[in-house]
């Protein structure tokens, strides 16, 4: 049955809040069924700490966050003890090993896996002479403001990283790879987003949630977990990849993405915040079924 041994990772934008008005209402009973059985929901995100926090206010949803595409996990301390700082799962074995870095932030305890906005901000000045883009957080809030529909609050919020950029490309799609090949030689790396090009250090959210049920596993004494991720865009491949039940929610923008080491995974009828409920309620019913004393799976 679906309990605190489960661990559901959640894309935002497009998956569990809607693509266009940022809105959560069609998922708010799965998320509330989901509380109700104490499986933690884990925001997995390339948007930026306020961002989520603004949202987990509105939607109730006392959760660690995984931010900016996996760079960084904050775990809020009146629920975590410090967490140690354990090595990095590397997607390219030539990597040399890392750990990450484990900061006391107030509130949080921050772990960082990928790189910070300084150094990004440093290696995007060497490469602004030879291509086109404009950094969002150079961007005017008007401007941020008409490319994603946020509001003025929301597009304050968006523009204060930490630990990634995001670009409005506007060069060349050759210009584009001639670009992934320069950040590569600095360490970076490239992900197409859902509106944006998001540059950041060497993670992604599959690292991050690698790196989280490692980290949770430890935490409560070798606990075995059940993870779930779901998703709607390119940078969510690799979170479903590392998932052991990847969902796509289907989007109203975009086509699914394709994958082929994905070929197991569940596909959403509805989109949004809709899908969203529809597959979390898929899953609740499947495990009641294998579990007949399980919780009422009533909407």
């Known amino acids: 049955m679906m309990d605190s041994s489960w661990l559901v990772f959640t894309d935002l934008d497009g998956t569990l809040i809607d693509h266009y008005s940022y809105q959560a209402d069609a998922a708010l009973i799965a998320v509330r069924a989901l509380q109700a059985r104490q499986v933690t929901i884990v925001f997995n995100t390339s948007k930026t700490l306020e961002e989520c926090e603004s949202l987990a206010t509105r939607l109730a949803i006392a959760a660690p966050f995984i931010v900016e595409n996996g760079s960084a996990i904050y775990l809020p301390k009146y629920r975590h003890s410090r967490p140690a700082a354990l090595e990095i799962v590397q997607r390219d074995s030539a990597s040399h090993p890392r750990r990450a870095i484990v900061e006391n932030t107030g509130r949080y305890w921050c772990i960082q896996l990928g790189a910070s906005h300084t150094e990004i901000t440093a290696a995007l000045s060497e ?16 401007d941020i403001c008409e490319l994603t529909g ?48 998001h540059v950041l250090g060497q993670t992604d959210k599959g690292v991050a949630l690698e790196y989280f049920k490692q980290m949770y ?43 082929k080491h994905l070929t197991t995974s569940r596909i959403s009828q509805l989109t ?4 969203w409920h529809e597959s979390i309620f898929a899953l609740i019913a499947e495990q009641s079924a294998n579990h007949p004393n399980a919780p009422s799976t009533e909407k």
Do not use: C
């Not at 075995?224 to 929610?249: C, E, F, H, Q, S």
């Open 127 to 142: 490469l602004t002479p030879h291509f086109q883009f404009k950094p969002l957080s150079q961007s005017a809030l008007d």
């Open 150 to 197: 946020l509001s003025m609050s929301q597009a304050t919020r968006a523009r204060k990283r930490q630990f990634s950029e995001p670009l409005i490309w506007q060069d060349s799609q050759p210009a584009l790879d001639r670009f992934r090949l320069a950040l590569s030689a600095r360490g970076l790396t490239l992900l197409k987003g859902g509106r944006f090009y």
């Open 217 to 259: 596993a430890r935490e409560h004494r070798g606990k075995k977990v059940t993870t779930v991720a779901l998703g709607d865009g390119y940078n969510d491949i690799d979170m479903l990849a590392a998932a052991d039940i990847p969902v796509w929610i289907r989007s109203p923008a975009h086509d699914v993405p394709t994958a």
């Open 272 to 275: 949004g915040p809709a899908g």
